[in-house]
C-alpha cells in the first residue's frame, strides 16, 4: 500500500498543489468588487423590474399589476414628448460633435500644425469642469441681463442672439454638452489614429495617394472602432440627459416643462408626483430602447468594418 | 519633456510605450512638412470654443454684482473683487462652502480610493488567475460599462430608501465604488505583468496578496494612477446622485451646493448673489482642473487603452 505512491502519482499531486489553490484566489481577488457591484448595480435594476410589476394606492395598497405600468408609460403623451426631443437632440447634436472630434483628431495628427500639446490640453479641459458648473458659466453666457448674449444684443440693439427662448434652447443644451464632450472623444480617436503604423502613410504617398485619399481609406478605417464606441456613449448620454435642462430649468423655468426628456420625468414622476412604480417602468423602458440601439450601431459598425 | 520626469519612466512600463515607439518616427519625418494655416486656424476656433467659457468665468469672478451688471463679459469692470468675492463665498452661511468642499474631499478620497482600490484587486484577479464563472462574470461587468450613472440613481434611491440608508455620506460614496470602467482598465493593466514574476514569487514562498502588494501593484503604479484620476473626475462632478440621495446640506458635494446657491439667486430677492455663484464655480472648477494638467500623462494612458483594446 505505502509502495504505491512513488513515481506516478507525484505529478498530479504536484499538479493540484499548484493549481487547486489559485483558482480560488482569483475568487477573493474579485469578491470586494463583485459584492458592491451587485449591491449597486444588479440590485437597483433588480428592484426597479420588482417595482414595476406593481401599484402602490392609496387604498388597497400594494398589487400586482403585471405590465400595466408600462402600458401607462407607452400610452402617455408627456414620456413620447420628452422621448421624441431626446431622438431629436440625439440626431442633431452626436453627429455635429463628432464632426468636431473628428476634425481636430486628425489635425492633431497630421502635425501639420505647432502648438500641439496646447492644443491637445485645451479641447480636452471643459472635460474636467463639473457639469453642473458648465451649465451655470454657459446659462449665464447666454442670459441677456449680464451674459455675452445680451452683450451682443446691446451691440446690435436688437434681440438676435436669444439662446434661451423656445426656439432655440434645444440647440443651447446641445452647445453644452458639445463643449464638455467634444475633446474628450477627440483624445479617443486620436489615441486610435496613433497605432496606425506609420510604414502605411509612407507606403500610400509613394504611392501617390492625396492627403484626402489617406484619410477616406486609411486613417477613418483605423478609427472605426473608436468612433463606435464613441457613437454608443453618445446614444446612451442623451437617452439620458438630464444635469443640463435640470440645472437649467432654474434659470429658465417657464420654458423645461417637467418632462422635458424621459429622465426628468422619471425624476419628476418619483419625487414630485410620488409614482415611483411608474418612474420605475419609465426608466426600464428607456433602458432597453438605448441597449437597444447601442447594440445595432455596434453590430452595424463591426459588419461594415469586416467588408 | 514634462515637468515631471518620474512620470514620464513611471508611464514607460505601460502600454502606451508600444505606440510611442511608433509615434516617434512619424513626427521626425512629418516635421519636414510646413506648418498649414488653414489647419491652425480650425484648431485656434477650436481652443477658442473650448476655453472662452473659462476665460469668461475667470473674468467675471472679479466682479462686484454692480460690475457684473454695468460691464462688458469679456473684460474687467472697474474694481477688482475677486479676493472680495472668494471672502464672501467662503464665509456665507457661516462658512458652508468649506463644508461641501471638505465633503467632497470625502466623497473623493473614500469613493474613487475605494473604487481604486476594488478595481486593482478585482482586475488582478481577473486577468492572473483561472476560476468557474469568470468568463460570464467578466461579460457582465464589461456590460456595465455601458450603464450611465443617471440610468442608475433613480432606482439606487428607491432601492436605499427602502433600506433606509438615504441621506448619508455612505448613500454617495457605497455606489461609487463600482466602477466597471475603472474594473476594465486595471484588467488591461494587470494583464501586462509576467506571469513569471508571479511564479517565481510563489517559488519563493510569498503568499498570493503579498504577492501582489509588494510585486503586482507597484508595476500597475501608472494604470493605479489612471483609474485613480477618471474615479475622482466622476465623482468630483457626481451631481445626480447626491442630488436625489441628500437632503441636508451640510452633507452636499459642491456640485449640489453651487445649484442650491443658483437657485437662491434664481429667487426673488436672490439676485445679488450671481457674481458668488460665478466665483463660487471658479472654486469649485480650479481644483479638478490643476489636478488634470498636472497628471495629464496619465489620462493619455487610459484613453488610449480603453480606445484601442475596447
Known sequence: MSTAPTVPEAPPAARARRRQPYRWTGVWFVTPFLAVFAFVFIGPLAYAVYLSLFQTQLIGGTSFVGLENYLAVLQDENFWDGAARVSLFLLVQVPFMLLISVTAAMILDSARIRGIRFFRISLFLPYAVPGVAAVLIWGFIYGERFGLAGNVNDALGADIVTPLSPEWLLVAIGNIVTWSFAGYNMLILYSALKTVPTELYEAAALDGASAFRIIWHIKLPAVRGALVIAVIFSIIGSFQLFNEPSVLQTIVPNLISTHYTPNMYAYNLSFVGQQTNIAAALSIIMGVITAAIAYAVQLRGNREALR | ?310
Not at chain 2, 8 to 18: E, N
Not at chain 2, 253 to 273: K, T
Open chain 2, 1 to 310: 519633456m514634462t515637468a515631471y520626469p518620474s512620470l514620464d519612466t513611471a508611464a514607460a512600463v505601460q502600454p502606451v510605450d508600444r505606440r510611442s515607439r511608433t509615434e516617434r518616427p512619424k513626427q521626425r519625418r512629418r516635421s519636414g512638412q510646413r506648418p498649414s494655416i488653414a489647419l491652425t486656424v480650425v484648431m485656434i476656433c477650436f481652443a477658442v470654443y473650448a476655453l472662452l467659457p473659462l476665460v469668461w468665468m475667470l473674468i467675471n469672478s472679479t466682479k462686484t454684482y454692480e460690475g457684473l451688471l454695468g460691464s462688458f463679459g469679456l473684460w474687467f469692470a472697474d474694481d477688482f473683487a475677486l479676493f472680495q468675492n472668494i471672502g464672501e463665498v467662503l464665509t456665507r452661511d457661516d462658512g458652508i462652502y468649506v463644508r461641501w468642499f471638505l465633503n467632497t474631499i470625502v466623497y473623493v478620497i473614500a469613493g474613487a480610493g475605494g473604487a481604486t482600490v476594488l478595481s486593482a484587486l478585482g482586475g488582478y484577479g481577473m486577468a492572473k488567475y483561472t476560476f468557474p464563472g469568470k468568463k460570464v462574470i467578466f461579460a457582465v461587468i464589461l456590460g456595465a460599462i455601458a450603464i450611465p450613472g443617471t440610468a442608475l440613481a433613480v432606482p439606487t434611491f428607491l432601492m436605499f430608501s427602502s433600506l433606509s440608508m438615504t441621506n448619508t455620506m455612505a448613500s454617495v460614496i457605497v455606489p461609487a465604488l463600482a466602477s466597471p470602467f475603472g474594473f476594465y482598465l486595471m484588467w488591461i493593466f494587470a494583464r501586462e505583468v509576467p506571469t513569471e514574476v508571479i511564479e517565481a514569487a510563489r517559488m519563493d514562498g510569498s503568499s498570493e496578496l503579498r504577492t501582489f502588494f509588494t510585486i503586482a501593484l507597484p508595476m500597475m503604479a501608472p494604470g493605479l494612477v489612471t483609474v485613480f484620476l477618471f474615479d475622482v473626475v466622476a465623482t468630483w462632478n457626481n451631481y445626480f446622485l447626491p442630488l436625489i440621495m441628500l437632503r441636508s446640506d451640510e452633507l452636499f458635494p459642491l456640485s449640489v451646493g453651487l445649484q442650491a446657491w443658483n437657485l437662491e439667486a434664481q429667487g426673488i430677492q436672490g439676485g445679488a448673489v450671481y457674481h458668488l455663484v460665478i466665483t463660487a464655480s471658479l472654486l469649485t472648477v480650479i481644483p479638478i482642473v490643476i489636478a488634470f494638467l498636472a497628471l495629464q500623462r496619465f489620462w493619455q494612458n487610459g484613453l488610449s487603452a480603453g480606445s484601442v483594446k475596447g
